[in-house]
């Protein structure tokens, strides 16, 4: 395959708009799945999804224009999932399972459309919105988010002549590939791309991908990119996110029904997948209180993919847990995925090796790592922490604690509410960086 002159294309950004997303398949595949059950179960359940800056010193409605936001949005709306995508994630086989998509829900998805948007700018930042039916808006997330960080990308580049970008990208070449090297040299190590939402820009990330997949060879398991995995014969990989246990809280018309939402969604996700899709995310409303009041049936489950605990920390709690339930944890599977650098993962290798089975899903620091890496000095290329959350279902607000107080989304009066509720038993404040 060609490879593209990445430094070339962003020099040559001339064009009257050039897309950032050209696909509906260019979001995380955990969405994919989450709409089929949202889909089939929700479908009547309205859900606000808003942008949240946690890196709160960046000013972006400073360095992003906002015409230009909104021919980006504008286009996204524009797309429909082509003939050949349907086909493929129709005839694909994905975590060992042939047509994982219903019929009837790829032909509604023949005819998806991104709804519309609210966008206003306050104090520096962009205020973001994507209000309506939940089966519309959750798809809404990635391509937002994918957007932001790219036009901030290519503002930053924008004072770049070529010669000076072919340097800013050969150095972030090599120091990718360095860490491709250290990650080779972890017998067994598993690790895939979580890159999508706040990569540099979809060029980068697909440069990435095909780097890791000859880099580290079968220790690369796949992407959680749906049209990468399609375009390069990769394992399109992903589960479910916090959105669900935030928006059946949210829902929940007693103290008791909020407290049971976690496993409630479970539930209801056990009903349309199984397997290797059976994956715990124990943290939205903080793993202690999680572990503390979880069904025994749930230690049934394939893995854990601990979010926001520190990775040694976090993982020796479910470890815990699950010999207290009469699990033998080298059977069971976690999944490590919060802002992972390459030290982190090979700490975290180390010390859980022979203990348990292990998966790295790699994000941020993998698509958007170009600190130190232009020929002059620049904060503009560093990632920045930026999220976008369900803020309300059905008209009410919507919560994240998080084991990380400083990821905890929602109005304040409510988190203390379900503070009251779960407890803060676990919790502990760390720096956010991506």
């Known amino acids: 395959m060609a490879k593209t ?3 070339r294309r962003v020099y040559n950004h001339t064009w009257k708009l050039d897309p950032i997303v ?4 260019d979001t995380d595949f955990y969405k994919l799945l989450m709409l089929q059950m949202i889909w089939g179960m929700y479908p009547k359940v309205d859900a606000t999804f808003t942008l949240i800056n946690r890196t709160a010193s960046v000013r972006l409605a400073d360095e992003i224009d906002e015409g230009e936001l909104r021919e980006q949005l504008d286009h996204a709306r524009t797309l429909r999932f082509t003939k050949k995508e349907m086909i493929w994630l129709g005839g694909n086989t994905f975590y060992g399972r042939k047509q994982i998509f219903e019929p009837e829900f790829l032909a509604w998805l023949e005819d998806f459309r991104l709804p519309d948007y609210e966008l206003t700018k306050r104090d520096g930042q962009f205020e973001l919105s994507f209000p309506g039916p939940w089966m519309y808006t959750t798809l809404w997330e990635i391509p937002a988010l994918a957007i932001i960080n790219e036009l ?16 800013l990208y050969a150095r972030a070449k090599a120091k990718m590939w360095d860490k491709t090297e250290r990650l080779k040299a972890l017998p067994g190590i598993r690790i895939s791309d979580f890159g999508t939402r706040r990569r540099h820009s979809f060029l980068w990330q697909r440069w990435c ?3 890791l997949k000859e880099g580290i060879g079968e220790a690369f398991t796949g992407t959680s990119n749906v049209l990468l995995a ?11 996110a916090h959105e669900l246990p935030m928006v059946f809280a949210a829902l929940a018309n007693s103290e008791e029904e909020l407290r049971r939402a976690p496993y409630k969604v479970l539930q209801d996700w056990q009903r349309y997948y199984g397997g290797n899709l059976l994956i715990v995310l124990p943290d939205t409303f903080g793993t202690a209180a999680f572990l503390r009041d979880a069904p025994d049936w749930i230690a049934d489950w394939t893995g854990f993919r601990p979010d926001s605990a520190p990775p040694i920390e976090g993982g020796e709690k479910i470890l815990s847990w699950w010999r207290e339930k009469g699990k033998d944890p080298k059977q069971k599977l976690l999944i490590f995925s919060d802002g992972l650098e390459v030290e982190t993962i090979e700490e975290a290798y180390r010390h859980f090796k022979g203990k348990v089975r292990m998966s790295f899903g790699w994000g941020t ?12 000095e620049t904060k503009s290329l560093d990632a920045i922490s930026l ?17 990380n107080p400083a990821k905890a989304t929602g109005d304040e009066k409510e988190i203390k509410r379900y503070l009251r509720i779960f407890g803060e038993k676990g919790r502990v404040q760390q720096l956010v960086k991506v």
Request: charged share 25%.
């Open 5 to 7: 002159d990445i430094a």
């Open 22 to 25: 050209r696909s509906l398949l």
């Open 152 to 167: 901030r990308s290519r503002a930053a580049l924008r004072s770049f002549g070529p010669f000076a970008l072919d340097v």
């Open 209 to 211: 991908v095909e780097a």
């Open 230 to 240: 399609m375009d390069n014969d990769l394992e399109a990989l992903g589960t479910n």
């Open 365 to 376: 620091n993998l698509t958007n790592d170009f600190e130190g890496c232009a020929p002059t």
């Open 387 to 403: 999220v976008c959350k369900v803020s309300e279902a059905n008209g009410r607000p919507a919560v994240k604690l998080s084991d």
